[in-house]
């Protein structure tokens, strides 16, 4: 079993559209992450939080521990919101890191 | 800017071959960590070191190796032995505070044929 599991796998929404990506987790945690993987490859850190919420623009994380759950809502989404967005969260005991499978993500416009 | 540098971005090697794949980091981050991933599957973890000179072995160590002589570059080679090699490799870097965020490099696209 993934210590990290998010859902869903794939989603395709038309521009305009508000997403949501969801992903629980099973380890005790210090942080959870949310990360965006374009097609090149390279990742990059979106929020890292702890408790409550956060906000980047249209982009809201939201996490409740007592439910181990984090959600990753995108407003107004745009074509150029398209791609690979991954859950991880840093353990609390030896700061390992666990990682979702990601959820690959497409906006047409 | 600081950041973290991965070459080459594509990498070509034949069967048998040892490969050395370079990471370094500007960060002044104690932490490094070297991953693989593969389509459907999370990251896994290959390596990781948290101070120079050190370095322990992740989920999937087996034909692989690390060497970390300086706080900056935590170089990984890909050895004969690993059975399936072809993957895109992630290095990343953090502080070893607990919860810190994890910065990654644009990654390596290795094919063995």
């Known amino acids: 079993k993934n210590e990290v599991e998010q859902s869903p796998q794939n989603l395709t929404a038309q521009e305009g559209e508000f997403i949501t990506i969801n992903c629980s987790y099973s380890v005790g945690i210090s942080a959870l992450h949310w990360l965006q993987q374009h097609p090149g490859g390279g990742i990059v850190s979106l929020f890292m939080?702890?408790?409550g919420k956060k906000k980047h623009g249209r982009l809201i994380a939201t996490i409740n521990i007592q439910e181990k759950h984090s959600s990753l809502h995108i407003t107004a989404s745009h074509p150029r919101d398209s791609a690979v967005y991954i859950c991880a969260v840093t353990s609390n005991t030896g700061n390992q890191f666990y990682f979702g499978t990601g959820t690959s993500l497409t906006v047409i416009p | 800017d600081g950041g973290i540098t991965q070459s080459p971005k594509y990498l070509f090697r034949k069967e048998g071959q040892n490969v050395t794949l370079s990471c370094e980091q500007n960060l002044n981050h104690d932490a490094m960590y070297w991953y693989r991933q593969d389509p459907g599957q999370g990251l896994r973890l290959i390596y990781y070191s948290q101070i120079v000179n050190d370095f322990q072995k992740g989920d999937i160590a087996e034909g692989y190796s690390v060497s970390r002589e300086k706080k900056e570059s935590f170089p990984l080679t890909v050895t004969s032995a690993q059975k399936n090699p072809t993957a895109f490799y992630l290095c990343?870097?953090?502080?070893?505070?607990?919860?810190?965020?994890?910065?990654f490099g644009n990654g390596t696209r290795l094919t063995v044929t």
């Open positions: 990343a870097s953090s502080r070893t505070r607990e919860g810190s965020p994890l910065h």
């Open positions: 939080l702890s408790s």
